[in-house]
Every structure is written in structure tokens, then in C-alpha cells.
T-cell receptor, first 119, second 116 residues
Framework: AQKITQTQPGMFVQEKEAVTLDCTYD???????LFWYKQPSSGEMIFLIYQGSYDQQNATEGRYSLNFQKARKSANLVISASQLGDSAMYFCAMREGRGLTGGGNKLTFGTGTQLKVEL | ETGVTQTPRHLVMGMTNKKSLKCEQH?????MYWYKQSAKKPLELMFV???????ENNSVPSRFSPECPNSSHLFLHLHTLQPEDSALYLCASSQEGAGMLRDTQYFGPGTRLTVL
């Protein structure tokens, strides 16, 4: 079974509108962290936002917020007031607590969602 | 943001060539990673170095050989590659804390590799 599922290969949104990018995850580990990255066409993966499994509140970073629904195992990214520069691939990733042993920080990525912001 | 740099940005090589990819991080991190990104596939973790020791090798073919001479530099040596090895190769670094889930990986811009 896939650990991270992003079911929207492509999304369109009008400038200044809000958009939600879906992410569901699968883990039996009670300790985990969820990350969202943005990848413009230039290739660099840019860290956007983090949510821990024990965090009581949804994470927010500027125009980015994470709609964390633990029981549903979903961690959707919400981008408010979309801008043309938000057009990019967006990846959801997870780090499981059991990955903390043995060194290194092992992230599992989804297949991504291509977001296109239109005028 | 130039925390993690990669050179070259683009590389075209024949199957018999030997080349190396270079990654340098300026963030003072103690862990570095190589990922492979192929079209329509999730990022694949290839190698992990923590405190300059390799701690992960995800069944990567021996034609890929990593080297981590110090905590700031990471190399990926390539030899006798196949056309299916054409991909974007991303380097990342992180600061490993005391078992912190939120240790974030920061990525470089990648090397776009084409194997003819």
C-alpha cells in the first residue's frame, strides 16, 4: 500500500482564489510528521509547512495552512489568495517515528499535484 | 536561497562515460541525501549520510557510487549508466536532532541527467 497518496494529478485555480491540495497517508506509527514541498519548473524542492502527529492545532505559514484530519489520515494543503507564482508541483511527504532510529531522516513522498494558477 | 547547491545543473552523458555530481550545503547540517526523481514517479531515496557515514542505501545499483568527504559535501559518482537512469537527481540536507520528527530536509536545485 502506498504510504502517501495524492489523488489530484493536476489542479487549476483562479488568481486570488483559495485552493486545496489533497493528501492522505498510511501509517501504523503513532509518531509521524507530515511535510509539504513546492517544486517550481526550475526543479528545487521548497519546504512549505510541517504538521506533527501530536500537534493540537493545524499548522499555518503565511498563505499556507494544513487541514489535518488525523482520524481520516488526511493532511490537505490550503493555499489562500493564489498567486501566479504558486504555479508548481506540490508534494506531500511523511516521516515516521520509527525512522528516527539508525540515523537519517527518511521521507516518503507522494506523486505530487501540478497546480496551475490562472488570471 | 542558496543553502544547498548542486553542480552541474544539466548533464548529458553516454553509457560508457564516467561523471560525478556534486552537492554542497551551507546550512551547517549533519545529514545529506541523494534522491532520484523520474517522470510520474515519487521521489526515490537513494542514499543517506548521517555524520559522514552512510546509513541508507536503498538497493541502488553499483553504477551509482556516493561519497561524503565531509559534512558539507556529497558526491554521486556515475559510471556505465543506462538510459533509464535519466532523471532529475536531487540532493538534500538536514540537521538531525535528538529524534525530532520535524527535522526538515532542504533541497538543492537538482541535476538534470540525460543518458544517451
Amino acid at each position: 500500500a502506498q504510504k502517501i497518496t495524492q489523488t489530484q494529478p493536476g489542479m487549476f485555480v483562479q488568481e486570488k482564489e483559495a485552493v486545496t491540495l489533497d493528501c492522505t497517508y498510511d501509517t501504523s506509527d503513532p509518531s509521524y510528521g507530515l511535510f509539504w514541498y513546492k517544486q517550481p519548473s526550475s526543479g528545487e524542492m521548497i519546504f512549505l509547512i510541517y504538521q506533527g502527529s501530536y500537534d493540537q492545532q493545524n499548522a499555518t505559514e503565511g498563505r499556507y495552512s494544513l487541514n489535518f484530519q488525523k482520524a481520516r489520515k488526511s493532511a490537505n494543503l490550503v493555499i489562500s489568495a493564489s498567486q501566479l507564482g504558486d504555479s508548481a508541483m506540490y508534494f506531500c511527504a511523511m516521516r515516521e517515528g520509527r525512522g528516527l532510529t539508525g540515523g537519517g531522516n527518511k521521507l516518503t513522498f507522494g506523486t505530487g499535484t501540478q497546480l496551475k494558477v490562472e488570471l | 536561497e542558496t543553502g544547498v547547491t548542486q553542480t552541474p545543473r544539466h548533464l548529458v552523458m553516454g553509457m560508457t562515460n564516467k561523471k560525478s555530481l556534486k552537492c554542497e550545503q551551507h546550512l551547517g547540517h549533519n545529514a545529506m541525501y541523494w534522491y532520484k526523481q523520474s517522470a510520474k514517479k515519487p521521489l526515490e531515496l537513494m542514499f543517506v549520510y548521517s555524520l559522514e557515514e552512510r546509513v541508507e542505501n536503498n538497493s541502488v545499483p553499483s553504477r551509482f557510487s556516493p561519497e561524503c568527504p565531509n559534512s558539507s559535501h556529497l558526491f554521486l559518482h556515475l559510471h556505465t549508466l543506462q538510459p533509464e537512469d535519466s532523471a532529475l537527481y536531487l540532493c538534500a540536507s538536514s540537521q538531525e536532532g535528538a529524534g525530532m520528527l520535524r527535522d526538515t530536509q532542504y533541497f538543492g536545485p537538482g541535476t538534470r541527467l540525460t543518458v544517451l
